[in-house]
């Protein structure tokens, strides 16, 4: 052990115990030689024992010198999280600790235990490992996903800043390939997952709190439990393999659990098979689409939802067997008693995974998975007959393995429910799971089976599933409105008192600013007393206020804080970067202020609560009470009014089939009330049934038309073509509309003129929709074509591209051609080449290093690698590369050239001179080689030998 190495493993484990036990046992191949640089800095060689590659940790002049130039051009800024992959001998850590910018997080993953113990042998490292600011890993696997949401206010600030200690990259290509695409992976989805909060985290609120009607009179999935044992389930998606499995399941489907993906339906249906039940999911609008062009048929087909589904598609669903999943917390959780029994089902991500979770909670076995293809099965991303048509973007799209071990394209949406599905079959590990697609996309812990074979080998049940699950939901418990109201009483004192403690932590705060204004004395960082005594009563009820408001329980208050509290909290972090460069006096101001801020988007959130509960109060109560009158009324006209009062309550709340239902009960005992028809049209518009909508406002307007209000609700639905082709227009001109957005646009077009056939800017956005996709698909058959075939067969063709100068397509198809074969050497050396054309010399750089891993014995990829290395002024780096391909390959003496030129830039002279000589034996012709043997020789004083070459080289 070296000097340094008692104290170093002292401080290690003390904060990292577990890696200090596992520094004496853990061994790699990584070979480390330490010895002194010139400047007197310890420095090292590391080498591969294995594939023998060989690289200088540090600089064998200057290490320290060198590392803090490196950090210099790192821009690293205050409260970002900094990924440092791989440490060297600490150098980098040491001084990016010792910037000591304000909140800076420092993780350092490092793969070499070889690498780190030579470190932690020959240079302090305690200021490094006794860091707060600092998160040590040394090994293979790192738990990504927790260490980085532990950091989300770093993120959210700067994103993930991720710096790569180059020298041993090249020594394990292989292992930082897979760290750094891992930590950009849940960067990336963590990123997103921050943004999808801030987007939808309050849609997600207005839909639960929308949803409430229909969640008070649907059972919860906790009802179906070991409903179904005894019975396989077949769990359905959209993918193409749905439609080659349609015979089999029109001939066995009686004998299992159908529960299919609200996308899947249609394509059912059409094919005249029923489930049994059908799974959404979708908080975005788009879900009801799913469903409209046969919502006529599904009145028998029940219906399960989670609690934060768009309100169109569970209150627009005909079938009033309805299920729900809720997490059960919040104002759902105070109600939760009235069902019984809750289902407590994992988290998910989509529909696949809400549909495998309710055929495990019915107690079905084994599961088996059907049109979950995951992947675009020739070329197809749905069976036919899919309510909304996708489109392929094959450029852009990922890769993923198949069931016949080859990799094939898809979505990245595709990816992520795989891996969800994945994560279920592994949660509900006792009940076996089975995939009876025959192609299509790996799907790990589910082994392909035959379908048929299965389902011919159950015995047909004694009862219907349909039958089975109509009668859990009516023997299941739900709440009714008397329930709901007091509780819903109780919830609103709750956010009334806690707005008033916000609005007073404000008022104290606001004082306190006053006093901060007029101290003077704050400027020199001494308050007087009354200003701290302020200060300290703002920070005491602030501090108090916030538990009272997390005391409360209102838990939808979650869905609306989560993005903007991190918001607020990132400005905090930025307030303490900074805090240097303010005065006393407005970091003092700046924390009130902060406060403040904070309080006044609790009021926020707790006043659009507020508003929801109220407006769920009134809905409530106004249904038992108008029902109440309604039952007691025996006047036709009377009662037609109780009826149009109790529909506009519904319609108020959003729940338009159940005003539709009582306002034409109304109409049929009195035709003559104005408001009747158009509280029935506003209905009918919600309900999307524009023809309907506009025909029962034209008939208000004739029954009152002096009426304006009557007059702006005609205008509006008179203009509805228009507003449809507008949403139309974004869809053709939004980004990537080619590939994602042109069927929306298609579709919306299409509706227009299915009831205006004449209309003349419906026919032309037609034609320019239908041209677009033309170009669309003219581009998808030709990357098709392109990329068909063998790994020969589509490098040939970009070779084709390239000699015919289309370098963009030819970058394109070898884009596709890396994610088509993940472990071809060559495809990642010829998409390298390609981008190096462009100027992309680090992403080069990174394939060709992951080239060599793949395969080490191919010289041509070491020496494109060498020349990137020599141009970047990496001189030992290119030697040591050219030096490899040239003992793979001694017949490229063409190497010496460039190498004897690395070696006299290093200063070594003889090998130089050995170099020149071997590349002029085998080029005579080029006499210009001896100058520079003349030029080794001075270097070395061999002034007679240097004149003779020098003179050779003239003549």
């Known amino acids: 052990m070296g000097p340094c190495w008692e104290k170093n493993i002292e401080a290690l484990s003390k904060k990292y115990p577990d890696i200090a036990a596992n520094l004496k046992l853990s061994k790699d191949t990584i070979s480390v030689n330490c010895f002194k640089s010139k400047s007197g800095h310890m420095t090292a060689t590391a080498k591969d024992l294995e594939s023998g590659r060989e690289v200088f940790l540090h600089s064998p002049e200057d290490p320290v010198a060198e590392t803090k130039t490196i950090v210099d051009g790192l821009e690293l800024k205050g409260g970002e999280l900094r990924c440092l992959v791989g440490m060297g001998l600490g150098y980098l850590a040491i001084e990016i600790v010792k910037r000591k910018l304000p909140l800076h997080k420092l993780l350092i993953i490092e793969g070499?235990?070889?690498?780190?113990?030579?470190?932690?042998?020959?240079?302090?490292?305690?200021?490094?490992?006794?860091?707060?600011?600092?998160?040590?890993?040394?090994?293979?696997?790192?738990?990504?996903?927790?260490?980085?949401?532990?950091?989300?206010?770093?993120?959210?600030?700067?994103?993930?800043?991720?710096?790569?200690?180059?020298?041993?990259?090249?020594?394990?290509?292989?292992?930082?390939?897979?760290?750094?695409?891992?930590?950009?992976?849940?960067?990336?989805?963590?990123?997103?997952?921050?943004?999808?909060?801030?987007?939808?985290?309050?849609?997600?609120?207005?839909?639960?709190?929308?949803?409430?009607?229909?969640?008070?009179?649907?059972?919860?999935?906790?009802?179906?439990?070991?409903?179904?044992?005894?019975?396989?389930?077949?769990?359905?998606?959209?993918?193409?393999?749905?439609?080659?499995?349609?015979?089999?399941?029109?001939?066995?489907?009686?004998?299992?659990?159908?529960?299919?993906?609200?996308?899947?339906?249609?394509?059912?249906?059409?094919?005249?098979?029923?489930?049994?039940?059908?799974?959404?999911?979708?908080?975005?609008?788009?879900?009801?689409?799913?469903?409209?062009?046969?919502?006529?048929?599904?009145?028998?087909?029940?219906?399960?939802?989670?609690?934060?589904?768009?309100?169109?598609?569970?209150?627009?669903?005909?079938?009033?067997?309805?299920?729900?999943?809720?997490?059960?917390?919040?104002?759902?959780?105070?109600?939760?008693?009235?069902?019984?029994?809750?289902?407590?089902?994992?988290?998910?991500?989509?529909?696949?995974?809400?549909?495998?979770?309710?055929?495990?909670?019915?107690?079905?076995?084994?599961?088996?998975?059907?049109?979950?293809?995951?992947?675009?099965?020739?070329?197809?991303?749905?069976?036919?007959?899919?309510?909304?048509?996708?489109?392929?973007?094959?450029?852009?799209?990922?890769?993923?393995?198949?069931?016949?071990?080859?990799?094939?394209?898809?979505?990245?949406?595709?990816?992520?429910?795989?891996?969800?599905?994945?994560?279920?079959?592994?949660?509900?590990?006792?009940?076996?799971?089975?995939?009876?697609?025959?192609?299509?996309?790996?799907?790990?812990?589910?082994?392909?089976?035959?379908?048929?074979?299965?389902?011919?080998?159950?015995?047909?049940?004694?009862?219907?599933?349909?039958?089975?699950?109509?009668?859990?939901?009516?023997?299941?418990?739900?709440?009714?409105?008397?329930?709901?109201?007091?509780?819903?009483?109780?919830?609103?004192?709750?956010?009334?008192?806690?707005?008033?403690?916000?609005?007073?932590?404000?008022?104290?705060?606001?004082k306190a600013l006053k006093k901060i204004e007029k101290d003077k004395t704050v400027i020199l960082g001494a308050p007087e007393i009354s200003t701290l005594n302020a200060l300290k009563t703002v920070l005491d009820i602030y501090e108090e206020t916030m538990k009272n408001v997390a005391f409360a329980d209102i838990y939808e208050i979650n869905h609306i804080l989560d993005g903007l509290d991190l918001d607020l909290q990132t400005d905090e972090a930025k307030l303490n970067v900074n805090e240097k460069e303010l005065e006393a006096k407005d970091k003092v101001s700046s924390e009130m202020h902060m406060i403040i801020r904070s309080m006044n988007i609790r009021i926020d959130a707790l006043k659009k609560i507020e508003s929801y509960f109220k407006k769920l109060h009134e809905r409530l109560d106004s249904e038992i009470e108008l029902k109440k009158s309604i039952e007691k009324e025996l006047n036709p006209k009377k009662r037609a009014d109780f009826l149009t009062r109790l529909g506009k309550v519904y319609l108020n709340y959003g729940d338009a089939l159940h005003a539709e239902q009582v306002l034409r009960q109304s109409i049929e005992l009195d035709k003559t009330n104005a408001d009747t028809y158009v509280l029935l049209s506003k209905s009918l518009s919600i309900q999307l049934k524009h023809k309907d909508a506009l025909q029962y406002i034209t008939y208000a307007k004739k029954l009152s038309p002096a009426r304006n209000d009557i007059k702006k609700i005609f205008e509006i639905e008179h203009s509805w073509p228009d507003r449809k082709l507008n949403d139309a227009t974004q869809f053709m001109t939004l980004a990537g509309a080619g590939y994602t957005r042109l069927p929306w646009a298609f579709r919306i077009i299409s509706e227009v003129l299915k009831f205006y056939p004449n209309n003349t800017r419906g026919k032309l956005y037609l034609s320019e929709v239908n041209r677009l996709m033309e170009a669309s698909k003219k581009r998808l058959t030709l990357i098709a074509e392109l990329i068909d075939g063998d790994e020969q067969k589509i490098i040939e063709r970009i070779e084709e591209l390239t000699a015919k100068e289309d370098f963009n397509l030819a970058i394109s198809v070898a884009n596709i051609l890396v994610k088509k074969y993940p472990k071809s050497a060559i495809a990642k050396e010829r998409f390298a080449l390609l981008i190096l054309d462009k100027g992309m010399k680090d992403e080069a750089k990174k394939l060709l290093i992951q080239a060599i891993s793949l395969k080490p014995d191919r010289p041509d990829t070491m020496v494109h690698l060498g020349m990137i290395f020599a141009e970047e002024g990496e001189l030992q780096e290119a030697r040591n590369y050219l030096l490899a391909a040239l003992k793979l390959n001694p017949n490229l003496t063409i190497l010496n050239e460039a190498l004897g030129d690395l070696n006299y830039a290093l200063e070594k002279y003889e090998a130089s001179i050995d170099n020149y000589e071997k590349f002029f034996l085998a080029n005579s012709n080029r006499k210009d080689i001896l100058k520079r043997m003349g030029d080794c020789y001075f270097k070395l004083g061999k002034l007679e030998a240097a004149k003779a070459a020098w003179q050779a080289g003239s003549t």
């Open 112 to 510: 070499s235990f070889s690498i780190f113990s030579a470190a932690m042998s020959h240079v302090d490292l305690t200021e490094v490992l006794n860091s707060d600011s600092v998160t040590l890993y040394v090994d293979k696997k790192f738990p990504f996903n927790s260490i980085l949401n532990l950091n989300r206010v770093a993120i959210n600030m700067h994103g993930l800043p991720i710096t790569v200690f180059e020298p041993a990259r090249q020594l394990m290509p292989e292992f930082y390939t897979n760290v750094i695409y891992k930590l950009k992976e849940e960067g990336n989805s963590l990123v997103g997952a921050i943004t999808t909060t801030k987007s939808i985290g309050l849609s997600a609120f207005q839909n639960i709190l929308d949803n409430c009607t229909e969640i008070v009179k649907s059972a919860n999935i906790s009802a179906l439990e070991h409903s179904m044992k005894g019975r396989p389930a077949i769990i359905i998606g959209a993918g193409p393999y749905l439609s080659e499995a349609i015979p089999v399941l029109k001939k066995w489907a009686h004998t299992a659990l159908i529960v299919c993906v609200d996308s899947a339906l249609p394509i059912l249906l059409k094919e005249g098979i029923k489930p049994d039940l059908v799974a959404t999911v979708d908080y975005s609008f788009a879900c009801i689409e799913k469903f409209r062009d046969i919502i006529d048929k599904l009145s028998d087909i029940p219906l399960c939802y989670v609690e934060a589904v768009n309100p169109l598609t569970v209150k627009l669903y005909p079938c009033p067997i309805k299920f729900f999943l809720a997490e059960g917390r919040g104002f759902l959780a105070s109600i939760s008693r009235f069902w019984g029994k809750w289902a407590t089902l994992p988290s998910m991500q989509g529909v696949a995974h809400m549909a495998y979770a309710v055929a495990v909670e019915t107690g079905a076995s084994p599961l088996i998975l059907l049109g979950f293809d995951l992947a675009y099965t020739g070329l197809r991303s749905h069976a036919s007959g899919m309510s909304i048509p996708v489109t392929i973007d094959l450029e852009n799209a990922a890769w993923v393995e198949t069931i016949e071990g080859e990799m094939a394209p898809t979505m990245f949406q595709m990816l992520g429910m795989k891996t969800g599905i994945e994560y279920l079959i592994s949660f509900y590990d006792s009940t076996p799971c089975f995939n009876a697609n025959k192609k299509g996309a790996r799907i790990v812990g589910a082994p392909q089976c035959d379908l048929e074979e299965i389902l011919s080998k159950t015995e047909p049940p004694e009862s219907l599933a349909s039958e089975i699950i109509k009668n859990r939901f009516e023997k299941a418990s739900k709440p009714s409105s008397q329930d709901i109201l007091p509780i819903l009483d109780e919830k609103l004192k709750i956010i009334y008192d806690v707005i008033s403690q916000c609005r007073k932590t404000i008022r104290n705060a606001e």
